[in-house]
């Protein structure tokens, strides 16, 4: 039997139960996942930081020129759904959550 994936919210609830060196290892094994680096709206920007789904808005992207969020394999294991991270916020922010 194949298991269901967890939604977003079902995501964050799990992490909101580690412990600090937990929630740290899982950031970690995210941001090796990450390629927000091959995004053609982070290329050429100077941006150096990862993982906005999970940090938030970039303070260094304005412009929007092409998402590769969904593709993301961060984005299928955390549920996301939405996209450019870097400009809107994390998914706990365009979730309101």
Known sequence: M???KMTFKQNMEAM?????EEREAKVGELTKM???ADC???????????LFCAT???KIIKE????????C???????LRWDYYCTKGSGKEQAGI
């Not at 929007?64 to 593709?71: F, H, L, R, S």
């Not at 394999?73 to 549920?79: D, I, L």
Request: charged share 20%; with cysteine.
């Open 64 to 71: 929007e020129k092409g998402c590769i969020c969904p593709g």
């Open 16 to 20: 909101s139960k580690m412990s600090p």
């Open 2 to 4: 194949r298991q269901q």
């Open 56 to 58: 938030g808005k970039s």
């Open 73 to 79: 394999p961060v984005y299928e294991n955390m549920g």
């Open 34 to 36: 990450c390629i927000c």
């Open 40 to 50: 053609p709206t982070y290329v050429g920007t100077g941006e150096k930081k990862l």
